[in-house]
């Protein structure tokens, strides 16, 4: 049995070909429109860690909980597009959630799980049923989803500014603290009502911005 510690490496590289190159978790419309600076985005990644990924990470940790029992996950998905307004987010979520599913079908086939995620999961979906498939807890997999917008993030600013790369690295382990704060938030949900909710109006409304946008590196 593959090594949880290895798996999460693994889902966590930036190299992992479900697409995540194209996004830039909001960073892009961002600075396009002015709200944010280069030496903001440690707050920036602080606020994404508060608030949207507590809903991708939340959601993920109760799609796993809810595969390893054989409940329905269309509550969660539903849990999860309530708290998801825009629909350009959405979409860019669907996105990555179809390149995960292709790479979880080639890596555990026959898993009686996947095929109900249907054709378009979004990607936290996704996220939780290959934990539940693949055997890592609740903690890694919240770790996964804070380090994978962290990393979106940084490379997205190592095309976006003039930066120093190990500005980056010095990003993530600063917010450390944060993602270990979110997996105490999250990790023990079980009920697709118990997803967190918190808003994030400006990143929302830039995203439906960059949609329409039609000079830019990434998706969302």
Do not use: N
């Not at 329905?72 to 979409?91: I, K, M």
């Amino acid at each position: 049995m593959t090594s949880p510690d290895l798996l999460l490496a693994l889902l966590a590289d930036a190299r992992l070909p479900v697409g995540g190159h194209t996004q830039s978790a909001g960073l892009e419309p961002a600075l396009a429109h002015g709200a944010l600076t280069p030496a903001g985005i440690p707050a920036y990644l602080r606020a994404r860690l508060a608030t949207v990924v507590a809903v991708e990470a939340g959601t993920a940790v109760v799609a796993r909980a809810r595969c390893l029992v054989g409940d329905d996950l269309a509550p969660v998905e539903d849990a999860w597009a309530a708290r998801t307004p825009s629909a350009p987010l959405r979409q860019a979520s669907r996105r990555l959630g179809r390149g995960y599913l292709r790479l979880a079908q080639r890596l555990w086939p026959g898993t009686a799980a996947l095929p109900a995620l249907g054709r378009t999961p979004p990607r936290p979906l996704v996220l939780g049923v290959v934990a539940a498939t693949a055997g890592l807890d609740a903690a890694r997999l919240v770790r996964l989803c804070a380090h994978e917008d962290v990393a979106t993030v940084g490379a997205a600013a190592l095309k976006l500014v003039p930066l120093d790369p190990a500005d980056t690295v010095a990003w993530t382990l600063a917010v450390h603290p944060e993602v270990e704060d979110l997996v105490t938030r999250v990790a023990h949900l079980t009920r697709p009502d118990d997803v967190p909710a918190g808003s994030a109006p400006l990143v929302e409304h830039h995203s439906v911005l960059h949609d329409r946008t039609q000079q830019r590196l990434f998706h969302a």
